[in-house]
């Protein structure tokens, strides 16, 4: 079935930091590719999409790259703020999920000033 | 605000007890889910409303009832629950039910079973 990998936390930075948090993913069909974002004491929050193969998803300096052929969306951000502090999660969502989100389990992050 | 409310914000009940947690959204959204978040384990769906019709329930144990009585409202009716159903309980909710539906989730219910 569908999964979602993510590289294993907590990670630790200092502010103005490059941030890279892998995600690999499997799936059937040609999936949707999310990153959600939780800050403490809240829910889940939409980051960035990509719904197919090259898209670049965006938004609060956060980058990601839908790659088919490593089967990655890896998250980036040139300059990492304490204010990023959270924790991170990968979901893809396509036709075998039955357009269920299916997610990783969720990278924390903690950004030291 | 995300336009999801969930209450209570924490729940501690003994493993005889009934309890019922509650989720409201006011964005006119179709669908609405419950999600289970345990540590070091990825969110797991538990159920999938759509247009007020359960249309998914992932081998969830019966002790976890749903309710979704209108559009706006999700309970989950819990009773007899064990030690290891710990967890947060998130609700969200989306427009419709679709591979590229952005979800809202409420801040969840922290639930502990003694």
């Known amino acids: 079935g569908d999964s979602v990998t993510q590289m294993e936390g907590p990670v630790t930075l200092s502010e103005e930091a490059f941030l890279t948090i892998n995600c690999t993913y499997t799936a059937t069909g040609y999936p949707s590719l999310f990153w959600y974002v939780q800050y403490p004491g809240e829910g889940l929050q939409l980051l960035l999409k990509?719904?197919?193969?090259?898209d670049k998803g965006s938004n609060k300096g956060f980058e990601a790259t839908y790659r088919k052929e490593t089967t990655s969306f890896h998250l980036e951000k040139g300059s990492v703020q304490v204010s990023d502090s959270a924790v991170y999660f990968c979901?893809?969502?396509?036709?075998?999920?039955?357009?269920?989100?299916?997610f990783g389990k969720g990278t924390k992050l903690s950004v030291k000033p | 605000e995300t336009g999801v409310t969930q209450t209570p914000r924490h729940l501690v009940m003994g493993m005889t007890n009934k309890k019922s947690l509650k989720c409201e959204q006011h964005l006119g959204h179709n669908a609405m889910y419950w999600y289970k978040q345990s540590a070091k384990k990825p969110l797991e769906l538990m159920f999938v409303?759509?247009?007020?019709?359960?249309?998914e329930n992932n081998s969830v144990p019966s002790r976890f009832s749903p309710e979704c009585p209108n559009s706006s409202h999700l309970f989950l009716h819990l009773h007899t629950l064990q030690p290891e159903d710990s967890a947060l309980y998130l609700c969200a909710s989306s427009q419709n039910r679709g591979t590229n539906e952005k979800l809202f989730f409420g801040s969840g219910t922290q639930l502990s079973v003694l």
């Open positions: 409303y759509s247009l007020e019709e359960r249309v």
């Open positions: 979901a893809l969502s396509d036709s075998g999920s039955q357009g269920n989100l299916i």
């Open positions: 990509a719904t197919k193969a090259d």
